[in-house]
Nanobody
Framework: QVRLVESGGGLVQAGGSLRLSCAASGLTINNYRMGWFRQAPGKEQDIVAAISWTGYSTYYVDSVKGRFIISRDNAKNTMYLQMNSLKPEDTAVYYC?????????????????WGQGTEVTVSS
């Protein structure tokens, strides 16, 4: 059974940092493209960042460029999202996603496997 489990969310003040983790089981992420999405209250679920299976290629939505870093440790079967200089507008539920296809993907429909989400709240 494939499982993606996010952790690391919480409440943080604006300007602070959090590190999200996405631990995979039931699959080996070596050959999976992966991504982080988020859904703020009353809004659509949108891409935040994505990473190729090698880790050499990454994508960031403009609003997080220079503040967030996506990475993966295939040996630990885990993906990460380091979030720095957090803003209240980063408040959302963050989801990790994985798909066994190549390249970088930024659409929800490009991912077959999803976690349950971890909540991030940034206070002003």
């Amino acid at each position: 059974q494939v499982r993606l489990v996010e952790s690391g969310g919480g409440l943080v003040q604006a300007g602070g940092s959090l590190r999200l983790s996405c631990a995979a089981s039931g699959l080996t992420i070596n050959n999976y493209r992966m991504g982080w999405f988020r859904q703020a209250p009353g809004k659509e679920q949108d891409i935040v960042a994505a990473i190729s299976w090698t880790g050499y290629s990454t994508y960031y939505v403009d609003s997080v460029k220079g503040r967030f870093i996506i990475s993966r440790d295939n040996a630990k079967n885990t993906m990460y999202l380091q979030m720095n200089s957090l803003k209240p507008e980063d408040t959302a539920v963050y989801y990790c996603a994985a798909d066994r296809r190549g390249g970088i993907a930024t659409m929800r429909t490009d991912y077959a496997n999803w976690g349950q989400g971890t909540e991030v709240t940034v206070s002003s």
